[in-house]
């Protein structure tokens, strides 16, 4: 699977060195690193994205800031934003098995095996509702995760680009 990509590009007039001073210093606020760095680019590495609860630029595994004669542009990889997303799919359908293979044990030792009819039905339907529900909030919560770091992202263009033109 290809990792996601974030491209912008936008209008501005000031100094390469500064976009990149305060790209640099934005970035390493929030973990970054700066990998690479020339008189008009510089390339950062993120820390990696382990919650929702932070902020949403670290969905960035790498960022890029090119600065031409009148245009700063940044591309990303979307590395941490991927691995998130992956566990919010994959994460439900885990838990609700080992939640299934933990009730099912237990409804065995404390029923026994003459009622197993009662007890599987009974963990069948709340696994199958369960499941039911993290079918639709798994894939909304990866979309969720995809639109704030994409939103983080141009927001970062924006800031960087306005208060370069500023200084």
Do not use: K, Y
């Not at 934003?81 to 299934?100: D, K």
């Amino acid at each position: 699977m290809d990792t996601p990509v974030f491209q912008g590009n936008l209008q501005f007039s000031g100094s390469a060195s500064h976009v990149l001073d305060l790209a640099a210093m934005s970035l390493s606020a929030n973990g970054f690193r700066v990998a690479q760095r020339s008189a008009t680019s510089a390339e950062f590495a993120g820390p990696g994205m382990r919650s929702t609860n932070q902020n949403p630029i670290l969905g960035a595994s790498r960022i890029t800031v090119i600065c031409s004669a009148d245009t700063i542009g940044v591309a990303a990889e979307l590395g941490a934003m991927a691995r998130m997303q992956r566990f919010a799919r994959v994460f439900p359908p885990v838990l609700l098995g080992g939640i299934g293979t933990v009730l099912s044990i237990t409804f065995l030792i404390v029923f026994g095996a003459s009622q197993w009819r009662m007890w599987l039905l009974t963990v069948v339907l709340v696994i199958a509702v369960q499941g039911i529900i993290w079918a639709f909030i798994g894939p909304l919560l990866a979309r969720r995760i995809e639109s704030r770091v994409r939103a983080s992202l141009d927001m970062f263009l924006r800031n960087i680009a306005i208060a370069g033109s500023e200084g």
